[in-house]
């Protein structure tokens, strides 16, 4: 499956879970799915658990999550009292943003 076709199955509408990237326009999101496997949750086991999930959106998390990081920009900002700080920003224009 190519890259577009597997970005296509993350929807972002403000209308369903709050604006959050999810899976196919369901109520499944990647933070969902990342909480889950990062928590000892096997691929597999949600795989079971939401059956409307398929393989290739496992894929799709992995590589919307990819692009977003690829396009991080940690940039050092100074304070007035001379400390500094870093702050994180991300402009993707190639992910999913509409509905």
Known sequence: MIKQELLSRITVNPQVMLGKPT?????ITLEQILLALAGGVSAQELLD???E???ADFQAVFLYLAQLVSE????PIKLSSGAGIYASAVKNESLPIGI
Do not use: A, F, K, S
Request: a negative charge.
């Open 53 to 55: 999930l398929e393989p």
């Open 23 to 27: 899976i196919r326009g369901m109520r």
């Open 49 to 51: 658990d939401y059956p």
């Open 72 to 75: 991080e920009q940690v940039l």
